[in-house]
Structure formats: C-alpha cells, structure tokens
C-alpha cells in the first residue's frame, strides 16, 4: 500500500511558523505568519512527525515494534501472524491469515488514504515473483539498469565479482580516476560480473521450513590501512562491510560477525 499526501498527516509539536502564501495573505494582517498545527510537505520535522503517527497508530492496534528494525512492526492474533513493513510512505505488508491481511488494510484506509496496490511485484529496487511454489527476489531490472547508465552494456561477463588476488589498498600513488585507476578497475569488475548474472536472485519455496538460518564469515585485519576486519554476514538481508573496532584475533572478528548476523 501506498500512504497518499504522507508528510501532511504527521502532528508536530514544536512551535513553527510559516510566512503567508502568496496570493493568500490576509489583508487585515499582512505583516503576520501562520502557527502550524500539522506539519507540511518540505518541512524537515515532516518524515519524523509522519513515522511517530503512524508507529503511534500501530502500537495501539496491538502490533510490536521490532527490536532491532524500528520499521518493522508485528501483530499475533490466536496462531496467526501479520508482518508490516515501513519505508516512509510504502508499506508492505502480510500474514498467515487473508482475514487479518484484509482487517489490517481496511483498518489503515479508514485511518489515513491509502492506495491498496495490489500483490508486492517490486520494492526499493527488487522484484518480487510470487507463485503457489514459492517466492523470487531478485535486481534483474536495477541491474540492467545500472549497466546502462555507465555504459557497461556490453562489457565482457565475468563469472566472480573479484579476484581472490586483489587486495584494494589506498594506491595514493595511482592515476587518480574517483579516486584512483585501480578502485575504478575493480568496480568494472563487478558490473562485469553482474552482467553475466543479471536475474540472479533469493528463492523462497512455499514447501520449506519457516525457520530462519543465518550464515556469517570473518575475514581477520583484512584492511592493510587501520587493521580492521570485514564481516560478510547473510540472514534476512546481505551485507558485506568493515567492522567498526579492530578485532585482535580472528575468534574476535567470527564472534562479532556472528553478532551482527544474530541483530
């Protein structure tokens, strides 16, 4: 679903003021502003004042805020299950139930104006193919898409994303190329291997367990700049990045990496 006019729904509570429209000033009081009561598209309070309605409206329908993802939120009715998920003005949503399913929709388009947009097909870049056998994701288009815009189209497909050789360091000596010839090159590389995988993507099969596995790696002091390791984790959402303290051995590094698969 989509939330219509989202940022004019939140309440604000800090006092703001706002100068009169053009063609809209009262000639009575030309020289005065307008107090705001709700907040307005363009205002920076807006997104907060629109997210703390709606969380507002949601925890008192009975639903949980997730722990961790606070756009994520829950609602257990007897054996049932529904799961919403927030991302400013989308919002997707579903459960174990249809009759819950089609409360929660009923009960949102009576609270804000909605647009019900049908069965999920494609969210924040990802498309989604559901079927009676299970469930795809997958970027075919955002890759095609990306491939495009920097002229890779064409380019000659590569079956890994690196070398196993390479090892970026800061190359200040490098022919500098945003910022340096040998990061671009290695860029190139992934676009080549997206291009001989575009449509590469998470299969989720109706027949299997609902229980969920996560996997997490460390690779110990693999920056050669501040020492610092990289966590490759994978559960609901994949990442691969530095971790935030240098870890001093590589038991070190596997447990934070485990951790933040764990959050």
Not at 42 to 63: C, D, E, H, M, V
Not at 156 to 162: A, C, N, R
Request: proline share 3%; hydrophobic share 40%; net charge positive.
């Amino acid at each position: 679903m989509d939330v219509k006019s989202t940022f004019l729904n939140g309440f604000i509570e800090e006092e703001v003021y706002v100068r009169q429209p053009p063609s809209f000033e009262s000639a009575k009081f030309p020289n005065q502003v307008f107090k705001l009561r709700k907040a307005l598209c363009g205002l920076k309070q807006a997104p907060k004042a629109w997210y703390a309605r709606l969380k507002s409206f949601l925890l008192k329908s009975g639903f949980v805020m997730g722990s961790v993802d606070k756009t994520l939120f829950l609602l257990s009715r007897g054996g049932d299950t529904l799961i919403v998920q927030i991302y400013v003005d989308d919002i997707i949503f579903g459960g174990s139930s249809h009759a819950l399913v089609s409360s929660f929709a009923e009960q949102m388009s009576r609270e804000f104006e909605m647009s019900l947009m049908g069965e999920l097909q494609f969210f924040l870049g990802l498309q989604i193919k559901q079927g009676t056998e299970g469930t795809f994701v997958h970027q075919a288009k955002y890759t095609k898409d990306i491939l495009k815009k920097f002229d890779m189209g064409d380019s000659k497909p590569m079956t890994t994303p690196m070398s196993t050789n390479t090892a970026l360091v800061a190359d200040k000596d490098g022919e500098a190329a945003s910022p340096r010839t040998s990061h671009r090159q290695a860029v190139k590389r992934i676009f080549r291997y997206l291009k001989f995988a575009p449509e590469l993507g998470l299969w989720y099969s109706s027949g299997s367990s609902l229980s969920l596995r996560g996997f997490s790696d460390a690779d110990h002091a693999s920056c050669r700049i501040d020492h610092k390791s990289t966590s490759g984790t994978s559960l609901v959402s994949w990442s691969s990045r530095k971790q935030a303290s240098v870890s001093l051995s590589t038991t070190a590094a596997e447990y934070i990496a485990a951790a933040s698969c764990s959050s």
